[in-house]
């Protein structure tokens, strides 16, 4: 998660299909290296205004989408079509959004006033920033369809902008004007943050991955509305784009630095005397440090003043420009070199110089999956997987599983008590059984252990599912004892053997192909080997 503050801004993204799709996160598979080509903007030709340059630059989206199913982990959810936008960039790609092809088994593209589509391969992706390149398999199309240029500075507050995409409603190209109304650096969603301009163009449904225009030039794309009000869209600004499309200019994205301290204001008067602060120290105060390590470089009330050459002020923020004040988070993107950020932290009344890491990504025990299907493994009539953050929220969405948090809360559930915790160790994760028994009769007078945490097998403390994989393989008593991490339950005993020659007979019976997912089963099948 980035820094820490009391607020949280709630947005809502949009997909382009009648029924809510889960939010689910995608990493796609670089094939080979993206190189990072010379841009060449889109130049008018003769008789050709600049609106019919950039609609002749901005196409529809067509995807076919199989989402995890989360509690049954060895299949996929039924296909769903979507349709969003995307818009034609240097080196023969199209950049769209990343919600707009999660999970896609197909993706198609067509071009304003086309008859036809164009198949496409999803080639690179940032969950967090909402970002995504396609490549075409008829490049030949790039041929009469030239990039867009982008523009190289933010735009200024109440520049005109229009809005291009494919919404629902119809089936041809809308454009819709606006202007900028604010800009400012926010939660993306809960693990990453960046520029997000808003706008007050109207953008529905489907204009997801169509770009912003402001004169001649692409100022962003389209990727969000904030629900429940009207005519307030978001766009991700050319400046966030750009550093996407240098991170996977090597064929891989990294991801964006970010620190994960918690951090306080200074602005409440009685901190000055406590903390003995000149009334001329401005900035914000570390209040949880990431790390407790004494080698961590941030201190409990040491107050952030300055990041890099940047002054921060006391309520974290600060001035990236005339008219922009933004929080401080924004510099570690721009600044950020080998994972580190210099700061100037006042500590004990003295100034002191810090490099503080960065990283991508902030550890969870609960972590997302970033548009990954989730591992599993299949042990007689038990269904193994690693607990997630899509599958945690899935059990709050629909009336039938409203009880299920409750249950989870007052059983004391790591489910519950561990949401947002660092792992206790590296590799921690929670093993959770995801779904109810398969019928057999080894499961006489048990009750549904679905939802439950795996604590122990045969007295092994379970470190992730990797672990419980090796644990039940190397096992060698007659008997396999599982216990669960929660107040009350039960302990359930198996007979080895017995669960070993039942795997098969199940896996039959319930029509499931493999017994774990790869990763899964090249532990399990290791067993050969030693």
């Known amino acids: 998660m980035q820094t820490h ?7 809502t993204v949009l997909l382009a299909v009648s029924a809510a799709a889960p939010h689910f996160d995608m990493r796609a598979a670089e094939a080979e290296p993206l190189a990072k080509p010379k841009a060449t903007a889109a130049v008018p030709a003769a008789g050709e205004t600049k609106s019919s340059v950039v609609e002749n630059s901005v196409v529809k989206v067509f995807s076919t989408m199989r989402y995890p199913d989360f509690y049954k982990p060895w299949t996929k959810q039924a296909p769903r079509e979507a349709t969003g936008s995307g818009v034609v960039i240097e080196g023969k790609r199209i950049l769209s959004n990343f919600h707009v092809v999660r999970y896609a088994s197909q993706v198609q593209v067509q071009a304003n006033q086309a008859g036809d589509k164009i198949s496409a391969t999803v080639e690179a992706v940032a969950p967090g920033i909402d970002l995504a390149v396609l490549k075409l398999d008829d490049e030949t199309f790039f041929d009469s369809h030239p990039p867009l240029a982008r ?26 004007r606006g202007i900028v109304s604010r800009i400012e650096f926010a939660s993306y969603n809960a693990s990453v943050s960046g520029l997000r301009i808003q706008i007050d163009a ?71 005397p406590f903390l003995k602060l000149d009334k001329s120290v ?18 409990e009330w040491d107050i952030i003043t300055r990041i890099g050459d940047v002054r921060v002020d ?22 950020a070199k080998n994972g580190k950020v210099p700061l100037t932290v006042v500590r004990g009344g003295k100034e002191v110089q810090v490099e503080l890491p960065v990283a991508p990504e902030r550890p969870m025990v609960i972590a997302g999956l970033e548009g990954t299907y989730p591992s ?15 599958f945690v929220a899935g059990l709050t969405r629909g009336d039938r599983r409203s009880g299920w948090m409750n249950a989870l809360s007052s059983m ?17 994760a929670l093993v959770v059984v995801s779904s109810p028994f398969f019928p057999h009769r080894l499961v006489k007078g048990y009750s549904n252990p679905a939802t439950q945490v795996v604590k122990t097998i045969n007295g092994i403390a379970i470190k992730n599912l ?26 359930l005993v198996f007979p080895r053997a017995e669960m070993l020659t039942a795997t098969d007979e199940i896996l039959t019976d319930n029509g499931v192909r493999s017994q774990g997912s790869p990763d899964m089963l090249a532990i399990w099948n290791a067993k050969a080997a030693k």
Request: hydrophobic content about 40%.
């Open 376 to 390: 599993y493994f299949v042990y007689g009539p038990l269904v193994f997987s690693t607990a997630s953050s899509e």
């Open 202 to 272: 109207a953008i529905n449904p489907g204009n997801s991955g169509g770009p912003a225009v402001a004169g001649d030039k692409m100022i962003g794309l389209a990727f969000s509305t904030y629900g429940g009000a009207d005519n307030i869209g978001y766009i991700i600004p050319c400046e966030e784009i750009e550093l996407f499309l240098e991170d996977i200019a090597d064929g891989h994205y990294g991801g964006k630095p970010a620190m994960f301290d918690e951090l306080q204001t200074l602005e409440t008067p009685v901190l000055r």
């Open 412 to 428: 004391g559930s790591p489910l519950v008590t561990r949401m947002g915790d660092k792992p206790a160790f590296k590799g921690e």
């Open 466 to 491: 990797e672990h419980l994989v090796q644990v039940l393989r190397d096992a060698k008593e007659e008997f396999i004892t599982i216990d669960f991490d929660q107040r009350g339950g039960e302990t």
């Open 5 to 11: 503050f009391r607020h949280r801004t709630v947005i």
């Open 314 to 335: 006391n309520q974290g923020m600060i001035k990236a420009g005339s008219n922009l004040r933004v929080r401080l988070a924004y510099m570690i993107q721009k600044i």
């Open 282 to 299: 401005e900035g914000i105060i570390v209040h949880q440090p990431f790390s407790a390590d004494a080698t961590y470089p941030l201190k």
């Open 151 to 176: 523009a190289k500075v933010l735009p200024e507050i109440k520049d005109a902008v229009m809005a291009y995409g494919y919404p629902e409603g119809g089936t041809s190209l809308s454009i819709t």
